[in-house]
């Protein structure tokens, strides 16, 4: 190695010792003929004092350096607690510039302070990685895998990596196709998933799989969607419900508690899909904060209010039996229809244009619209769904939501997965905007 010392590791206990260094020029400050710069490479930081102004005037931004000095505490009230370096300095007997930067397109260091389009960024990936956080991304991901074939490992399982280029096997999304030269008119298909490749590792007789998995889907652009990702992949065999619980749960206490920092406390709580979607909306919840979704589908089974009433319901002042329609046919909502709700504390203060902004983001997610009551100081129902519900109705739809004096109670109707898929965005909005959810 041309350098003696990682720069980030530099403390206290090696002042009065002649370094050599190597990374790149972070930042630079200049000071009455003294040219102070902040060197980074991998480990992390150091602050270079170079007394001579000839060889400090053409370093810039970038600059790939050597650097020999000595290790000298900094002047007293000078050190950086922020650093973990922060207590010392190097300063330069000799500089040695290893490569030259030209101008950069964008800062490396204050990127936060001027926003880059992320097409830059991809052009010029090779100086976005040197950005802090993005180094740390990946080397914490590199951690992740790490732990995680420590415990497979304790169990174990065998690492076994499975094809790339195979045929095409029925899955959820569309193949990405690889043409064959050697047999024109001939394909591989990038795998979707490991399935079928674990499935025989079992049926051989291998018993433990796993795999950190590449996987490949064509399908559309989505925010939870990319066209390859990597998933933990595991297969075993002759197990029972709780093997898979608890070898799951080893793995997150581990990730957790040596990448975050974080104690999870086993066992994990579960909840059913079903207990998941009834109470807030989505299978994967954010449990973070409260705020639980309230059906009011029996609770509006009569109400005059057709919105909530649903398709084919029988007009107001007809009476109802169970999935009939006025015709006697059966209702098209069947019991797929929803009506549910959820709760905003302290909503009821929001003006008018915020409310009519809540309509044009659930609108912006594929919605007609928001319904919503607001819950006046003294208890009375206020808003443009209040006036159209029955006065029995009104008497107890805040007590049936759970709703204090001051809140907003947004509503959805519609399908299962409509009105649901709704008040889930709604349940995280409102945690967002009221600053319940703990970041």
């Known amino acids: 190695m041309i350098r003696t010392h990682d720069a980030g590791t530099l403390r206290a206990e090696h002042v009065g010792q002649t370094v050599t ?59 950086n607690p922020h650093l973990p370096s922060g207590e010392i300095e190097v300063v330069a007997s000799k500089i040695q510039v290893l490569s030259e930067s030209s101008a950069l397109p964008f800062p490396i260091e204050e990127h936060q302070a001027t926003p880059v389009s992320e097409e830059i960024r991809l052009r010029y990936r090779y100086l976005d990685l040197r950005r802090e956080d993005m180094a740390r991304n990946l080397r914490m991901r590199a951690d992740v895998t790490r732990i995680i074939r420590e415990v497979m490992a304790a169990h174990d399982f065998l690492d076994v990596e499975t094809p790339f280029l195979t045929r095409s096997t029925p899955e959820g999304a569309r193949d990405f196709l690889v043409p064959v030269r050697l047999q024109p008119g001939s394909w591989y298909a990038l795998p979707q998933s490991p399935q079928l490749f674990k499935q025989l590792l079992m049926v051989a007789g291998l018993e433990r799989y796993f795999q950190i998995a590449r996987c490949f889907r064509d399908e559309d652009f989505r925010a939870d969607r990319q066209p390859e990702f990597t998933q933990l992949d595991i297969e075993l065999s002759f197990p029972d419900v709780e093997d898979i619980y608890a070898l799951t749960e080893e793995i ?164 299962s997965a409509e009105a649901h898929g709704l008040l889930a965005a709604t349940r995280l909005e409102v945690g967002e905007r009221c600053g319940l959810i703990d970041h």
């Open 21 to 79: 260094l190597a990374g790149w020029v972070a930042r630079r400050r200049d000071h009455g003929g003294v040219a102070f710069i902040d060197l980074r490479e991998g480990s992390g930081y150091v602050q270079v004092v170079i007394r001579d102004e000839e060889v400090a005037r053409p370093l810039r931004s970038e600059f790939c350096l050597r650097v020999v000095g000595e290790v000298s505490a900094r002047p007293e009230g000078n050190a």
């Open 252 to 415: 997150l206490v581990r990730l957790w508690r040596e990448v975050v920092g974080h104690e999870i406390s086993t066992p994990i709580p579960r909840m059913t899909y079903h207990e998941a979607v009834s109470r807030f909306g989505i299978d994967r919840p954010d449990l973070r904060f409260g705020c639980e979704l309230v059906d009011f589908t029996d609770y509006f089974a009569d109400t005059p209010f057709r919105v909530f009433r649903g398709p084919g319901s029988p007009p107001e002042g007809h009476g109802r039996g169970p999935g009939s329609s006025p015709e006697g046919r059966s209702s098209p909502k069947g019991e797929d229809w929803h009506v549910g709700a959820v709760v905003m504390p302290g909503g009821a203060s929001q003006p008018r244009k915020q409310l009519d902004a809540w309509q044009d983001w659930a609108r912006s997610r594929g919605a007609k619209g928001l319904a919503y009551v607001l819950v006046g100081e003294d208890g009375t129902l206020a808003g443009p769904v209040a006036k159209n519900l029955s006065e029995t109705e009104r008497e107890h739809l805040a007590g049936h939501a759970g709703a204090a004096p001051g809140d907003c109670v947004f509503f959805a109707a519609g399908t």
